[in-house]
């Protein structure tokens, strides 16, 4: 099931007889559709969305929405809702590309924030000509280390989880100082050396194969000082780094709809959309998908404009809500669809393998303590809480 595609005439392409760049919005349905249609052709792991990615990112679907320059890459409020609908809308094409894609802006944004000027219209200008770029951050225990050598560096060690491993050239990455401080740089990858730098073999989980998920080695690798970006903890500052994780909400809940739409075409299909039980039971997988994107749209409001602790709270909550919408839209989805959505090629078993690896988050068990913590701590009553 693709999303709408609305037709793109030739008087959108050709004025006065001269090619133009249509307009992200004009595009983007043609782009979110081809997503969608190729989405069980590279459901396998080590697969790379490159194609779909490239194209989102070369018709500027991200332009405007963390401008670079003074506004120092803070989403505009006017371009909240725009973000959101965006990262849902990808998201429901597939969630794979979903969470690429959200990598890709997250970067944008963090180099937008807290680099140079130069930096940003520098990292902006790549993207404009199609450009990956993603945020890289887990790692083992050993961590990865920025060595001061000459008058630049050299990194040692590796990421872990690394989504787009061996494919994203331009990865922003943590990296710790010999005196502890961790810094944000961002390499320049030789393209000869990205796959032998490579190791997807530990990436065997049963969904989001399409990410290209692994371990990348940096050991080696030269950096210069103009590839370090911001200063000292800018990348975990708060509230802005949890605050952020309403982004990769917005791209669940893509994939939550997308599921409730899946399942209501199979029953229509099979002449069961009158059955009561299949009637609540899409009634309450509704419900779920509105309570999402009820607690997603409020989420990216607190996160995005004047965020302070309060919005790092409710954000963590969010998690903890739209988990459980994830989880009870499965529940209800399987229960009504059967067996047929446990057998492929049927679109509802990818998406359901999907959906339950990308719910699983780190620290869903510390993100429910800290945001009920700050709401017990509130002298207001819980009606005025999140005023």
């Known amino acids: 099931m693709s999303p709408p595609v609305s037709p793109v005439h030739d008087a959108d392409i050709r004025r006065r ?25 590279l459901d396998r ?32 409020p006017s371009s909240v809702a725009s973000l959101r609908h965006l990262l849902t809308s ?32 520098m990292a902006a200008a790549e993207a404009a000509e199609g450009a990956i770029f993603g945020v890289w951050n887990t790692e083992a225990a050993d961590g990865l280390t920025l060595c001061p050598v000459g008058s630049g560096y050299i990194l040692e060690g590796a990421k872990t989880f690394a989504s787009g491993a061996g494919f994203i050239p331009r990865p922003l990455v943590t990296a710790r100082l010999p005196s502890g401080e961790s810094l944000m740089v961002l390499p320049r990858i030789p393209e000869d050396e990205l796959a032998s730098r ?3 073999s530990r990436w065997t989980a049963t969904g989001m194969r399409a990410s290209a998920t692994g371990t990348f080695d940096f050991s080696g690798l030269e950096v210069s000082r103009s590839d370090i970006i911001g200063g000292a903890g800018d990348y975990q500052r708060q509230p802005l780094f949890s605050a952020g994780a309403w982004r990769f909400l917005a791209v669940q809940l893509g994939g939550m709809g997308r599921l409730l739409d899946e399942a209501s075409t199979h029953l229509k299909r099979l002449g069961r959309l009158d059955d009561p039980q299949q009637l609540a039971r899409m009634g309450e997988a509704a419900i779920s998908v509105e309570s999402a994107r009820l607690w997603v749209c409020a989420a990216s409001e607190k996160a995005e404009i004047s965020p302070d602790d309060g919005a790092v709270a409710y ?3 969010a998690r903890c809500a739209v988990e459980r919408a994830g989880l009870d839209i499965l529940e ?16 509802v078993e990818r998406i359901t393998r999907d959906l339950s690896t990308y719910l699983r988050q780190p620290g869903p068990d510390l993100a429910l303590r800290e945001g009920a913590r700050h709401q017990l701590a509130k002298a207001r009553p819980s009606r005025e809480a999140w005023s």
Do not use: C, W
Request: proline letters at 7%; a negative charge.
């Open 17 to 41: 007889g001269q090619p133009v760049r249509l307009r992200p919005k004009d595009e983007l349905p043609a782009v979110l559709a081809a997503i969608s249609d190729n989405a069980d052709s």
């Open 90 to 121: 990808v998201g429901y094409a597939s969630l794979p590309v979903g969470r690429l894609f959200e990598g890709h802006v997250n970067a944008l944004a963090l180099v937008g924030r807290y680099g140079t000027a130069e930096q940003a219209v």
């Open 332 to 347: 209800h989805v399987n229960r009504s669809v059967g067996l047929a959505g446990f057998l492929a090629p049927h679109p």
């Open 45 to 76: 792991l080590g697969a790379f969305p490159k194609d779909e990615l490239s194209r989102l990112v070369s018709i500027g679907a991200q332009d405007g929405l963390y401008p670079s320059g003074q506004l120092r890459g803070e989403v505009m």
């Open 315 to 317: 954000v963590n909550l």
């Open 198 to 200: 490579t190791d997807l």
